[in-house]
């Protein structure tokens, strides 16, 4: 049904976007973040300023909104702003990462930086499994900026950066609100926050949540058990100190704990009989429309996030000096069934990681509404991973004793630390006319060490992996360069050019330090952002090309003898679109909005591994063809698209509140997101994930001053499958196995909210 009406959805959304009557809003909180008035405020410039007066991408998606849309997890923002994917094969449990404009990190390792960078209340959330600000438990909005962003940001990100800001507490206002869900497969989620005014100067919020959710894939083996099964809990508390109007002091810290059974299920059986004869006494058996899960193990994650920050800002005559320090803190154990099927064969592919992070931003602002406005900042970042891994199963107890994957326990550590000085600035050279400018300077280190120590039982090894001890450096200067014409409110448009940069990464594979190259990134975006009739309208349209040198990807490197596949820099990505955000209040309890963007993220250089069963092609250099010299054989993959990487995507929304009489309201919201195919693996047709959309909405009643009300909300509402296949390997030779999403699953509950 999705797939059906698609091309034509897509059609007249685009055609929607393109009338006068149909442009992003900037009213009161539509996907919007504070609203004074009739005005989105966004902080993206590092400085309060509306929406549509900042040059630059960036889509911002208030509280209010993500509780309309029915949405649960930081990644579901997938679903409310254009231009920005999930990575389908890599869940959150699994550390996995975003994706802006098709660009993202391919490998979630502590020496591997993030390439869409993810800030909460103005700390860089470097470590790889940090899980956010899951819950959505008391957030203002999320702002999502486009493009590399190292002149305004602490930590340096090539492809993007999500701003996640939490409520701070407020002076004025003694208040508490409690949110209830509960719906289909125990989905549950309560969520409660107080504001607690200490005098005149001193208050308190205070904010907790705990959410959960049964999956949806059972296991045939374990009833009890669920893929998909899902429990976060977490409290954070702030305390805002203003001493005197130019003085304040915000002291928070919060503690949050994340269980998720993830993990992937046999899509296909291939060619192994041994491994197929293991499913012979089962009625139904695996395959494409089957979603049971039949390991004998489990596939776990646990997780818990220590974390405290103090900001201070303080009024130098009129500029505004601002120090962020924050400390997090994470601890993580994994445990996984690695074959997934009802046999022994790689049944414990157990690990844990404790990783600590620091940082210290300074920031320099200048004063709003001059001719000549600036931010000046110096960045500290430290992190600390120490985590251990062993893969080791019976293999149908072939060899008498336990098979070990590279010989035994691996112990690694890994200590990665950043220097940056920032600025960016805009010049007025007239009312209507603005130069924009910024330089980053910055200076990475990354260290790591590996150690191997054999079991405390017999075990046969399967592959040997020395220990090895390595550093890896890198400078870089990077900076931006644009123009802004404003000729009215109503009216911007602007263009810039600003290069990116990704630190240097240690891949110890084989036991060989090899330097990763640092990631770069040249891109160009103009745009327009306009809004008419009074504001009830806006109509933003911007367009990008961006050119990724030495992308950081799994390779093929013919200087090593022999040739091996290692974590290496990719040669040329080029990302280039357009990206449209529109929406209008068509009367005063009717907002209606769109976005979409169009996406071709290729590689212009790539040498990857051949996909399972590619055809070797005869000519050397094109398709999966074998080194001239070896049996080797290696896949030029110039042209293709990058994984999850949708070419045409769009969003479709619309929001509707209407008082009733009595003092009394009722409220609607429908969210429609749709994306066309992609690849879970490079290449590999059989590999593909098709198409869909998702739709979420909220319908409620209750007082229009909103202290409580009552509703039914829908996540996926028309139940829509979609999943992330890609080759089993070794284990199930010729078979496929695929990560499903939670949201793949429809979920259909009522809410409960009261507002004090």
């Known amino acids: 049904m999705v797939r059906f009406g698609a091309r034509r959805i897509l059609l007249a959304s685009v055609a929607a976007m393109a009338l006068p009557a149909m442009p992003v809003f900037a009213q009161d909180a539509e996907p919007g973040a504070v609203a004074t008035g009739d005005e989105i405020i966004v902080t993206a410039t590092r400085r309060e300023a509306r929406l549509q007066d900042v040059p630059l991408s960036v ?74 600000s899951t819950g959505f438990a008391d957030i203002e909005r999320i702002e999502v900026l486009r493009g590399p962003q190292g002149t305004l940001f602490g930590k340096n990100s090539s492809a993007g950066v999500i701003q996640v ?67 976060n809990n977490g409290v954070r508390a702030k305390l805002l100190w ?24 046999i899509q296909s059986l291939g060619t192994s009989a041994l491994f197929n004869s293991q499913f012979a006494g089962f009625a139904e058996q695996p395959g494409p429309n089957v979603y049971k899960s039949y390991m004998d193990g489990d596939w776990t994650a646990d997780t818990s996030l220590y974390a405290g920050s103090l900001e201070i800002n303080a009024g130098i005559g009129d500029h505004t000096l601002t120090s962020i320090t924050a400390y997090r803190k994470l601890e993580t154990l994994q445990l996984s069934d690695i074959d997934a099927s009802p046999a022994n064969v790689f049944n414990n592919s157990d690990g844990g990681v404790d990783s600590n992070q620091f940082t210290q931003e300074l920031r320099l602002t200048s004063p709003g509404g001059n001719r000549l406005e600036y931010v000046l900042g110096l960045y500290y970042y430290r992190t600390e991973n120490s985590g251990y891994a062993v893969q080791y199963g019976n293999y149908y107890g072939l060899f008498g004793a336990p098979v070990v994957v590279g010989g035994g326990r691996r112990d690694a550590t890994n200590k990665v630390r950043s220097l940056a000085a920032f600025g960016n600035l805009t010049f007025a050279l007239t009312d209507a006319f603005k130069l924009i400018g910024g330089l980053r300077y910055t200076n990475d280190r990354n260290h790591g060490t590996l150690v191997v120590s054999p079991l405390p039982f017999p075990a046969v090894p399967l592959g040997m992996l020395p220990d090895y001890d390595g550093t890896v450096k890198a400078d870089n200067v990077s900076g931006k360069v644009g123009v802004q014409f404003e000729p009215s409110r109503d ?30 990134v040249k891109s160009w975006e103009i745009g327009l952002k306009s809004s008419f009739l009074d504001g009830k309208g806006t109509f933003n349209i911007a367009a990008y090309w961006s050119n990724y040198r030495d992308f950081q990807a799994q390779t093929f490197d013919i200087t090593t003898t022999p040739p091996a596949f290692y974590l290496s820099n990719a040669g040329l990505l080029r990302a280039r679109g357009v990206e449209v955000e529109t929406g209008f209040r068509v009367t005063p309890a009717l907002r209606l909005s769109a ?41 030029n993959y110039r042209g293709f698209r990058l994984p999850n990487a949708p070419k045409w995507s769009y969003i479709l929304r619309a929001d509707y509140k209407q008082a009733v009489g009595g003092d009394m309201a009722i409220d609607a919201a429908a969210n429609w997101a749709w994306r066309t195919k992609t690849q879970a693996v490079i290449g590999d047709p059989n590999a593909e994930i098709p198409s ?17 009300r009552v509703g039914i909300y829908a996540r996926n509402l028309l139940d829509k499958r979609f999943y992330a296949p890609y080759a089993a390997g070794v284990i199930n030779p010729g078979g496929y196995s695929k990560i499903v999403m939670p949201e793949a699953f429809r979920t259909i509950g009522g809410t409960l909210s009261f507002r004090i």
Not at 203 to 221: E, F, M, T
């Open 59 to 132: 889509t911002a998606v208030s509280g209010e909104s993500l509780a309309q849309s029915g949405l649960k997890e930081v990644s579901d923002i997938q679903y409310l702003a254009p231009n920005i994917t999930f990575s389908a094969t890599n869940p959150v449990s699994n550390g996995g990462g975003y994706q802006i404009r098709g660009v993202g990190t391919q490998t979630y390792d502590s020496g591997v930086e993030q390439t869409v960078g993810l800030v909460i209340d103005g700390v860089v959330i470097g470590l790889s499994r940090d899980p956010g």
């Open 242 to 265: 203003e001493p005197s109007d130019n003085l304040s002091f915000l002291l928070a810290g919060e503690y949050q704990t994340a269980f998720a059974r993830d993990g992937q299920i």
């Open 491 to 520: 009216f911007m448009l602007y263009a810039t050019y600003s290069t990116g940069f990704k630190g240097p990464a240690i891949d110890g594979t084989a036991g060989i330090i090899r330097e990763v190259r640092p990631e770069t």
């Open 595 to 635: 976005s979409g963007a169009y996406n071709d993220a290729t590689f212009r250089e790539y040498d990857g591994q051949c996909y399972p069963g590619q055809p070797i092609s005869p000519v050397v250099g094109q398709g999966c063809y074998v080194v001239p010299g070896t049996t080797t054989t290696v896949a």
């Open 692 to 708: 869909y959309g998702l739709l979420n909405g909220t319908i409620g009643f209750g007082a229009e001053d909103g202290s409580w």
């Open 165 to 231: 800001v939490t409520k701070k507490p407020r002076m004025d206002d003694a208040s508490f609100s409690l949110d209830l869900k509960y719906g289909e497969r125990n989905d549950r989620v309560v969520q409660a926050s107080a504001n607690v005014p200490l005098g005149q100067a001193l208050a308190l919020r205070v904010s907790g949540y705990s959410n959960g959710q049964d999956g949806a894939i059972p296991y045939v083996l374990t009833p009890s058990r669920a893929v998909g099964d899902r429990r």
